[in-house]
């Protein structure tokens, strides 16, 4: 009991001493890691600048004007005067009908007309007659007025017989159908030897103008609302661009012409009419399109780029931003839309705010970073200086990791000298144990 004592101290510090060296480890890597720079991260200072706001609208084209060629007599049709698809004239001949009718009818007309003019000639010779043998009172008075009423009566012929000639003429006129304007002529309805009717329902063919075209999208009243108790409207001179089903920007751009005063009660929506010059013909009827409309400028407008803004959990845009003392902090924005790789934000950054763009994974607010300005260069450029950032904070960490590792091999060494001492000091107390035996 006496011997046994000593050893069991003995071992009891040497326990003890491994426990201290394992608590001053953590305490040691701790002091090294706070001495580890600033993380590097790449801001955008924001400016403020004067912003045109644009909407993308789908629409179709439309030809400014449309006609139907409908027979305004009946006939059957001798010829067709135009070639289809192909440009007409207002007044050019399109289809000719069969006029033999027509031309007797006008015929007809001429011999009324002669009949009358030679009835009006009588009438005016027997009242002239009448006025002479009354005035010497050879005739009564009722024969002096039924004289002036017959040559009334056959002036008022004379005019129904003009009348049924210029009919006439009309209707031979109107054999041969003309354009009613000047534009493309479709596909042909009707053949050589079809009979048409006046007025009929279907058309012969369509004339339309295709220069220039119209293309008439539509914006909900809610837009228009907004846009109007914000003090911003779109200009009637605003150039308006166009891009076609192929993805390809039409080369000419156009202007607004017009706008519905009327709100659709069903849909919601107001029609805007703008126009388009087609001089070579690329736009046709029917085509889907997009038009990028101006709606209206903002004054002194806050760009945040894209990459530089996220979103919570609730899905409101956020932006980490680093303060004057380098430290970050993150703000809540009002976003108003998008434009081009930026955000409009109208509250939550100023202009000289520094947004945080790349290295959002490696900081939290509060943290103090290393701001770099992101310098306007070639993507491939910044992707090409990537690999030299890294070897240059791999010293760096390097050096930060050196001290933890020179503590656990110094821990090491200890666990293995301990035991080596426990065994020098526990041999003479087994031989002395064994002696006292």
């Known amino acids: 009991m006496h011997i046994e004592t000593p050893c069991k101290l003995r071992r009891l510090l040497a326990v003890a001493g491994l426990a201290l060296t394992a608590l001053a480890l953590p305490a040691s890597a701790q002091q090294e890691g706070a001495e580890r720079p600033p993380q590097p991260v790449t801001v955008v200072t924001l400016g403020a600048q004067d912003v045109t706001l644009t ?7 439309a030809a400014s004007a449309v006609a139907e060629v409908r027979p305004q007599v009946s006939g059957i049709i001798i010829e067709r005067l135009f070639q289809e698809g192909a440009e007409v004239s207002q007044g050019d001949p399109l289809y000719r009908l069969d006029a033999a009718s027509y031309e007797a009818q006008k015929a007809a007309a001429e011999a009324s007309l002669a009949q009358a003019n030679a009835t009006l000639r009588s009438a005016e010779r027997e009242s002239a007659r009448q006025q002479e043998l009354r005035e010497r009172n050879v005739t009564s008075q009722q024969t002096f007025d039924d004289a002036l009423a017959a040559h009334d009566v056959a002036k008022a012929a004379v005019k129904v017989a003009e009348a049924n000639l210029l009919a006439a003429e009309i209707d031979l006129e109107r054999a041969t159908i003309r354009a009613p304007l000047s534009g493309v002529a479709g596909l042909s309805e009707a053949t050589q030897g079809a009979l048409v009717t006046a007025g009929q329902t279907k058309a012969l063919t369509t004339i339309r103008q295709l220069d220039p075209v119209n293309v008439d999208v539509t914006q909900s009243a809610a837009e228009l609302l907004r846009w ?22 039409y080369e000419h751009t156009g202007r607004l012409a017009a706008a519905e005063p009327h709100v659709n009660e069903q849909t919601g929506v107001v029609v805007l009419r703008l126009e388009f010059p087609n001089t070579e013909q690329f736009l046709l009827p029917g085509m889907y399109v997009q038009v990028e409309m101006p709606q209206g400028k903002v004054s002194d407008a806050v760009l945040a780029p894209q990459e530089g803004v996220t979103r919570d959990r609730r899905g409101r845009p956020m932006a980490m931003v680093v303060t004057a003392d380098n430290t970050v902090e993150t703000r ?79 821990a090491q060494e200890q666990g293995a000298q301990a035991p080596q001492g426990q065994q020098a000091e526990d041999a003479p107390a087994d031989t002395t144990e064994t002696a006292s035996e």
Request: hydrophobic share 35%; net charge negative.
């Open 55 to 61: 909407a993308t609208l789908p629409g179709r084209v």
């Open 228 to 249: 109007r108790r914000s003090g911003q409207s779109a200009p009637d001179d605003a150039v308006v661009s166009l891009t076609l089903a192929d993805g390809t920007t």
């Open 332 to 410: 809540e924005l009002t976003v108003q839309r998008d434009l081009g790789v930026n955000w409009v934000v109208t509250d939550g950054l100023a202009p000289g705010d520094r947004v945080i763009v790349e290295g959002l994974q490696k900081v939290s607010p509060g943290m103090t970073v290393a701001p770099q300005e992101r310098q306007a260069e070639a993507p491939q450029e910044r992707q090409a200086e990537a690999p030299q950032e890294r070897e240059a904070e791999a010293p760096q960490e390097r050096q930060a990791e050196a001290p933890q590792e020179q503590g656990a091999q110094a």
